[in-house]
């Protein structure tokens, strides 16, 4: 609360006490009491503000709606409805399709935002473990698919997608990405793609780097064998020209996402 960086004038002047304090939240949001040694955290699944206006509190605006322009210089209102109108372009007084400035330029409901938020209160290390895996659960819930086609059906893909992995990932790592929607532009290599969920200091063992051996990453079930990578920049469009990965390890640092494009084969 209050607080700016160095880039920030000494001493800063705070004018405006609420909305300066509100910060862009799309992960999660936390307060940590150093007398308990404890942690309270909020992961969210949506783009939300947040702020602590008051010691021990922790608020999160989860949708803003302005009926009247604010005279900040749009000429509008903030006034989102659920047809998707609004008060673009018209006339200053004029604004709306019914003569009332803010009714969206239609009459219907306001835009509702929902979303959810999991509660995590612990000791400090363990509610940092808790809250990062829970965030990445929270906004990579696992993604259904469906194909047309019986159990003779040879267009069916035989991989056995829910055994991919041999066993668990480090704690702290993520696959982000495993797909072939690029092999055609790639001489047939896969996007492979992993993210530690850790920045560094977060936690005393699982922000630390982590090491993977891709050569043993699929399991005998998946039927795909890992024959090489090559690591590339975060979208893959070139070779990444300071790598230093040899494959097959592969080691993460904190906060890292390193993408790779990848030969498989049938195991």
């Known amino acids: ?32 009491d150093a007398e308990t040694d404890t942690e309270f955290a ?11 206006l008051r010691d021990g509190s922790l608020e999160f605006m989860v949708h803003r709606r302005v009926l009247d322009d604010d005279n900040r210089g749009v ?3 903030l006034n989102e409805t659920m047809c998707g109108c609004n008060d673009i372009n ?42 990062r895996v829970l965030a990445a659960r929270l906004n ?42 690029y092999a055609s532009w790639h001489d047939g290599q896969y996007l492979l793609r992993f993210a530690h969920l850790y920045q560094v200091g977060e936690h005393p063992t699982l922000a630390q780097p982590a090491t993977i051996d891709l050569s043993n990453l699929f399991s005998a079930a998946s039927g795909l064998a890992l024959l090489d990578a090559t690591e590339t920049t975060l979208t893959a469009n070139q ?13 993460i640092a904190p906060m890292e996402v390193r993408t790779f494009l990848v030969r498989v084969a049938a195991a």
């Open 239 to 251: 070779p990444k020209p300071d790598s230093t990965f040899v494959f097959p390890t592969l080691t």
């Open 90 to 131: 018209a006339p200053p007084g004029q604004m709306g399709a019914h003569g009332v400035e803010g009714d969206g330029g239609c009459l219907c409901d306001g835009l509702t935002v929902r979303g959810k938020m999991w509660l995590v209160y612990d000791a400090t290390d363990d509610a940092r473990a808790a809250r």
């Open 1 to 32: 609360r209050d607080e700016r960086g160095p880039t920030y004038p000494e001493p800063y002047l705070m004018s405006e006490p609420v909305a300066g304090n509100y910060y862009p939240v799309t992960l999660l949001a936390a307060l940590d």
């Open 140 to 181: 990579y819930p696992p993604t259904l698919g469906f194909v047309v086609g019986g159990a003779s059906d040879t267009t069916v893909p035989a991989v056995n997608v829910s055994a991919l992995v041999d066993g668990a990932l480090p704690p702290n790592v993520q696959l982000l990405t495993f797909t072939s929607n």
């Open 75 to 77: 000429q509008e209102p």
């Open 42 to 52: 909020v992961a969210v699944d949506t783009a939300l503000g947040a702020s602590s």
